[in-house]
Every structure is written in C-alpha cells, then in structure tokens.
T-cell receptor, first 114, second 113 residues
Framework: ETGVTQSPTHLIKTRGQQVTLRCSSQ?????VSWYQQALGQGPQFIFQYYREEENGRGNFPPRFSGLQFPNYSSELNVNALELDDSALYLCASSFGSGNLYEQYFGPGTRLTVT | DQQVKQNSPSLSVQEGRISILNCDYT??????FLWYKKYPAEGPTFLIS?????DKNEDGRFTVFLNKSAKHLSLHIVPSQPGDSAVYFC????????????FGTGTRLKVLA
C-alpha cells in the first residue's frame, strides 16, 4: 500500500509568481484535503476535493485553487504569491469526505516566497 | 479567532512518567476531537479521537479525556517513552455543511531518557 506523497519537497518562489504543488493520495482514497501550516502554527484547512469536485473551503482567497484528477491525485495552485504564503503545505487523503480520523497526511511541501 | 488552543508550546517529561497535553476550544458545535502526532519532516499521524458524546477514550498507552462543560480535552500518555517525543496537535471537527477541521498550534513533547 502506497502512502500519501507530495512533490516537490521544497520550493522557492518570488512574490507575484504562481506555484503548483502536487499530491498523490493513498491507494483506495477518493478524498484529498489541503492544509497550510505556517511556522509555529497548526495546519489550517484550505479546501477539500471529493471525487474531483471541491467539497468545502476554509478562509483562503480565490488565488488558492485546486484540482483533483480521475486517479484522485490532486494539485494546489497559488497565484500572485505573497510573502505570507511561505509555509508548509500538507495534503491528506481519506476515503469519504467526513473521515477526518482516517485522514493520512503526506510529508508536505515547504514553500518559501522571497 | 483561534477556536482551538494549545496553551503550552512545549512540555518535558521523564521517561516512564505521565505526559499530559491540554487543549481548549471555544465552539460548542464541534462534534469530534482528534489528536495527531508529528515528527520532523513527516506529516501528522492520527493518534486517537473522541466523539463529543463521550468523555473518555483509551487506546493502549494513550487516553483522551473530554470535559464538555469546560470545553477542554487532554491527552494522557502513560508511560511516556522517548519515541513519543514529537509535536502533538489537537484538532476539532465542525459539522456545518462540509466538515471543517480546526487544528491547535501544537505542543512539543520531549521525553527524557
């Protein structure tokens, strides 16, 4: 059984640029949630994708967008990067949209915006 | 507005003793609470959960207590082991439309050998 993988591991971008982060969900999982974890903070829910549709969103602006593909892998896109977007971005997969307690996290992508 | 708070950023405990990690919340609509453990360079790993209709859940060395009137939960680890050294996050689920998940800021536990 393959766990949740994320790419890239680290990324450095300049303010105003765009970035795409990728997540491969655990085998058999159809739901992916994305979180932003700033330094010294807990993960903050960005949005969730269930069967290729956005299924809930946290307090993030529209420049944070996502996609889920037929194989349930997912992308997080961030446009017009700001310095405050520097954080660890975590994705988590689960089977079903409400199963927080069976949510498996990837190791994260650390994004630095300069 | 921090709806889930972990007021102790760090905690040190001797091996074999009890570790108690605390979490307070403000929203009475939360219906499920969870604890996650996070090692460096890894994603959080689910540890234990409790429904809002219960006041205790036990799994091996880990027990979670929920005090709804005080809006407080705690994680007890007995006995503590050096491998338990990690950052612990409590999280709460809010059942409004699509479930929203709110995490605390984490407590770094260090178990001393």
């Amino acid at each position: 059984e393959t766990g949740v993988t994320q790419s890239p591991t680290h990324l450095i971008k300049t303010r105003g640029q765009q970035v795409t982060l990728r997540c491969s969900s655990q085998s058999g999982h159809n739901t992916v949630s994305w979180y932003q974890q700033a330094l010294g903070q807990g993960p903050q829910f960005i949005f969730q994708y269930y069967r290729e549709e956005e299924n809930g969103r946290g307090n993030f602006p529209p420049r944070f967008s996502g996609l889920q593909f037929p194989n349930y892998s997912s992308e997080l896109n961030v446009n017009a990067l700001e310095l405050d977007d520097s954080a660890l971005y975590l994705c988590a997969s689960s089977f079903g949209s409400g199963n927080l307690y069976e949510q498996y996290f990837g190791p994260g992508t650390r994004l630095t915006v300069t | 507005d921090q709806q889930v708070k972990q007021n102790s950023p760090s905690l040190s405990v001797q091996e074999g003793r009890i570790s108690i990690l605390n979490c307070d919340y403000t929203n009475s609509m939360f219906d499920y609470f969870l604890w996650y453990k996070k090692y460096p360079a890894e994603g959080p790993t689910f540890l234990i959960s409790i429904s809002s209709i219960k006041d205790k859940n036990e799994d091996g060395r880990f027990t979670v207590f929920l005090n709804k009137s005080a809006k407080h939960l705690s994680l007890h680890i007995v006995p503590s082991q050096p491998g338990d050294s990690a950052v612990y996050f409590c999280a709460a689920r809010r059942p409004s439309g699509t479930y929203k998940y709110i995490f605390g800021t984490g407590t770094r536990l260090k178990v001393l050998a």
